[in-house]
């Protein structure tokens, strides 16, 4: 009970406190214009069982209501989350090794930055780890649950046949009840998006993506990308790693945590941007599973042959190396965040409202906005969110652009630019063309960077 509570009151401090100030990113503004539009019976062609449960608190006027009330929700499956890896590791190897696996996942860098923003990730995440935690004594939740983690996000479909393949290997007489229970939510999701348009889902747009890679981009990508999920979560791997070589009781369980792995490699979003993205939420946390049994197994076995770390126990290592890495990964951020981001949960939802502020003020409906999708969460129609793209952004001769100051350059001194109206927010620029083709004549792309120098 020590444990829980502790976990309990950890996932207090570091998720649910600080989601009152984090800044929306791109994709949670995304996330929560779909939501409201679901009120609508709008949908686009995507797993939507997130968005429909969460569409009731996206009835205020209040926009801060409309973030806050999805966040609170998420940030409650993500202590659920803690909870299931801590009662299914408690089950296989004990309350220490259950207790140091939740604590990895909570402090590693995608469960602070994520794990209290409206996205679909801890959502995915709660059914899967659900449906481990059934399986001996409700298979047929179990399969279940494995079905609507694929509704909540399409990246858990690659999981459900090897999640099948564990059924048959243990549960041979109620295979046949698993396999339709389980199959019944995903061919009804894929029926879903294949109805509204199956080649704009993500199915169709990752498929896309890596097609057009190429083996030789898609292999550099990757190896990349598992080179920095070393670096960025070292006691997981090692722990995880440890775990599965030396015990072999356990090691079916690999058949529903594997897929999650391998099929990050066929994630856009993994292989362009690397593992501190939010795709890595559902992959660590299964691995926490494991990562506490061998880390402590690990340590025992160096503990008589390396005497300095005899100093401190196992569960005080793993506090100091993980203080450590929060501190090592804020300072990080803070200095090569291309975006500013203000630390690995990035706190500025005050800029956020200036933008609102701003907007609501200045802007008129019928104007054309690009750039952050913040035009969305204030009901302008005439909107279109281009990411990174600064180029298109401008080519498009928005009346409005809201971006990130180190995205773009002006051509001259912009306090001499009679023709732009510009805002400064923090780390945000919103660019009002007071003349038609303003925005095209004076402004140009940056040279972008996912990570650079900040003095």
């Given at each position: 009970?020590k444990?829980?509570n502790n976990l309990i009151?950890?996932?207090f401090?570091?998720i649910?406190?600080?989601?009152?100030?984090?800044?929306?990113?791109?994709d949670?503004?995304l996330?929560l214009?779909v939501?409201?539009?679901v009120l609508?019976f709008?949908f686009?062609p995507?797993?939507?069982?997130?968005?429909i449960l969460t569409?009731p608190?996206?009835?205020?006027?209040?926009?801060?209501?409309?973030?806050?009330?999805?966040?609170i929700a998420?940030s409650l499956?993500?202590?659920?989350n803690?909870l299931l890896?801590?009662?299914i590791a408690k089950r296989?190897y004990?309350k220490?090794?259950?207790?140091?696996?939740s604590?990895?996942f909570?402090?590693s860098?995608v469960?602070?930055?994520?794990?209290?923003r409206?996205?679909l990730e801890?959502w995915g995440?709660?059914?899967?780890?659900?449906?481990?935690?059934?399986?001996?004594e409700?298979p047929?939740?179990?399969a279940?649950?494995v079905?609507?983690a694929?509704c909540?996000?399409e990246?858990w479909?690659?999981?459900?046949p090897f999640?099948?393949g564990?059924a048959?290997?243990?549960?041979?007489k109620e295979?046949l009840k698993?396999l339709?229970?389980?199959?019944?939510?995903?061919?009804?999701?894929?029926?879903?998006?294949?109805?509204i348009n199956?080649?704009?889902?993500?199915?169709g747009?990752n498929?896309?993506?890596?097609?057009s890679f190429?083996v030789?981009?898609?292999?550099s990508?990757a190896?990349?990308?598992w080179?920095?999920f070393?670096i960025g979560?070292?006691?997981?791997?090692?722990?995880?790693?440890y775990?599965?070589?030396?015990d072999s009781?356990n090691?079916?369980l690999l058949w529903?945590?594997?897929?999650?792995?391998i099929?990050?490699?066929?994630?856009?979003?993994?292989l362009?941007?690397?593992?501190?993205?939010?795709?890595t939420?559902?992959p660590?946390?299964?691995?926490s599973i494991?990562?506490?049994?061998?880390i402590?197994?690990l340590?025992?076995e160096?503990k008589?042959?390396?005497k300095?770390?005899?100093l401190l126990?196992v569960e005080?290592w793993v506090?100091?190396?993980?203080?450590?890495?929060?501190v090592?990964?804020n300072?990080?951020?803070?200095?090569?965040?291309d975006?500013?981001?203000?630390?690995?949960?990035d706190?500025?939802y005050?800029?956020?409202?200036e933008?609102?502020?701003i907007?609501?003020?200045?802007?008129?409906?019928?104007e054309?906005?690009?750039?952050?999708?913040h035009p969305?969460?204030?009901?302008f129609e005439?909107?279109k969110?281009?990411d990174?793209?600064?180029?298109?952004?401008?080519?498009?001769?928005?009346?409005?652009?809201?971006?990130?100051?180190?995205w773009i350059k002006f051509?001259?001194?912009?306090?001499?630019?009679?023709e732009?109206?510009?805002?400064?927010?923090g780390?945000?620029?919103v660019i009002?063309?007071?003349?038609?083709?303003a925005i095209k004549?004076?402004?140009?792309?940056?040279?972008?960077r996912l990570?650079e120098?900040?003095?």
């Amino acid at each position: 009970m020590k444990e829980r509570n502790n976990l309990i009151l950890l996932w207090f401090i570091l998720i649910f406190v600080p989601l009152f100030t984090l800044r929306l990113f791109q994709d949670e503004m995304l996330y929560l214009n779909v939501s409201k539009k679901v009120l609508q019976f709008e949908f686009l062609p995507r797993s939507s069982l997130v968005f429909i449960l969460t569409s009731p608190l996206m009835v205020f006027k209040s926009v801060d209501l409309r973030v806050f009330l999805p966040r609170i929700a998420t940030s409650l499956i993500t202590l659920l989350n803690l909870l299931l890896i801590y009662e299914i590791a408690k089950r296989h190897y004990g309350k220490k090794a259950g207790f140091l696996g939740s604590l990895m996942f909570l402090l590693s860098f995608v469960a602070l930055r994520y794990g209290a923003r409206y996205t679909l990730e801890p959502w995915g995440t709660f059914f899967v780890l659900l449906a481990i935690y059934y399986f001996d004594e409700k298979p047929l939740l179990s399969a279940l649950s494995v079905g609507l983690a694929f509704c909540a996000r399409e990246t858990w479909l690659t999981t459900c046949p090897f999640f099948l393949g564990y059924a048959w290997k243990k549960k041979r007489k109620e295979f046949l009840k698993i396999l339709i229970v389980s199959a019944l939510p995903i061919a009804l999701n894929s029926l879903f998006m294949a109805l509204i348009n199956l080649y704009k889902s993500p199915l169709g747009y990752n498929t896309r993506g890596i097609l057009s890679f190429g083996v030789s981009k898609i292999l550099s990508h990757a190896l990349r990308g598992w080179l920095e999920f070393l670096i960025g979560y070292p006691l997981i791997v090692v722990g995880f790693v440890y775990a599965v070589l030396k015990d072999s009781k356990n090691r079916d369980l690999l058949w529903i945590i594997l897929p999650s792995l391998i099929t990050l490699n066929g994630v856009n979003g993994f292989l362009l941007n690397g593992p501190f993205e939010r795709y890595t939420f559902g992959p660590l946390a299964l691995m926490s599973i494991f990562a506490g049994h061998g880390i402590i197994k690990l340590y025992k076995e160096l503990k008589p042959k390396i005497k300095p770390i005899n100093l401190l126990t196992v569960e005080k290592w793993v506090a100091v190396f993980l203080i450590a890495q929060f501190v090592f990964f804020n300072v990080a951020v803070l200095k090569l965040s291309d975006i500013g981001a203000n630390g690995i949960q990035d706190y500025g939802y005050w800029y956020d409202r200036e933008v609102f502020r701003i907007l609501k003020e200045n802007a008129s409906p019928d104007e054309f906005f690009v750039g952050t999708p913040h035009p969305a969460l204030l009901g302008f129609e005439n909107w279109k969110w281009i990411d990174r793209n600064i180029q298109k952004a401008i080519e498009m001769n928005p009346d409005w652009l809201i971006t990130f100051r180190s995205w773009i350059k002006f051509r001259e001194n912009p306090n001499e630019v009679q023709e732009l109206e510009i805002y400064s927010v923090g780390s945000y620029l919103v660019i009002h063309a007071k003349e038609e083709g303003a925005i095209k004549e004076y402004i140009v792309p940056s040279e972008l960077r996912l990570w650079e120098f900040r003095s």
